[in-house]
């Protein structure tokens, strides 16, 4: 199974694309970040997102995204504009034929860790350990997406 997971943002989108095998094996296929202007307009920011997600999609052709939920707990100009780019990334997805599966924080800490109260060097650390890379992925953008998709190969059943 092909996943890509998203961690959704409007100046900076990551996205990791990783193979999930039976046995719980997991191999990185891909992985970034989508960058936009800071003085952009929004609707040209989102229009960006599309564009290079679809792109990104073709490329390496997942059947699942797998995306992070949204959980601001104060600032709410950033979290409409975060769930602007999660719901074009979605939409993209979704246009794409994939699957959408969403994870809270609280699930992808759980997952990876064991314990959701992990802190972000913990989360970083075993997504180099479970793909087996040398260093952690960069920036973090990069490896929040990347576990989020690991969360989704850990959630199923693959056959």
């Given at each position: ?30 992985g970034g970040v989508i ?125």
């Open positions: 199974m092909r996943i890509i997971g998203i961690d959704p943002g409007t100046g900076i989108l990551g996205f990791g694309v990783i193979d999930a095998a039976k046995g719980g094996k997991v191999k990185l296929v891909d960058r936009t202007k800071v003085n952009q307009p929004l609707d040209e920011r989102l229009i960006e997102i599309y564009r290079h997600l679809a792109s990104i999609i073709s490329k390496t052709r997942p059947t699942v995204m797998s995306i992070e939920k949204l959980f601001f707990a104060q600032n709410v100009t950033t979290a409409m504009s975060v769930s602007h780019a999660r719901g074009v990334a979605m939409l993209t997805g979704k246009i794409a034929g994939l699957e959408v599966a969403e994870y809270t924080p609280l699930q992808i800490k759980q997952a990876l860790t064991g314990y959701g109260r992990a802190d972000k060097k913990q989360m970083q650390e075993m997504v180099k350990v479970l793909l087996g890379l040398k260093s952690v992925p960069k920036p973090d953008d990069c490896a929040d997406a990347l576990a989020c998709a690991i969360t989704h190969s850990m959630s199923v059943r693959v056959k």
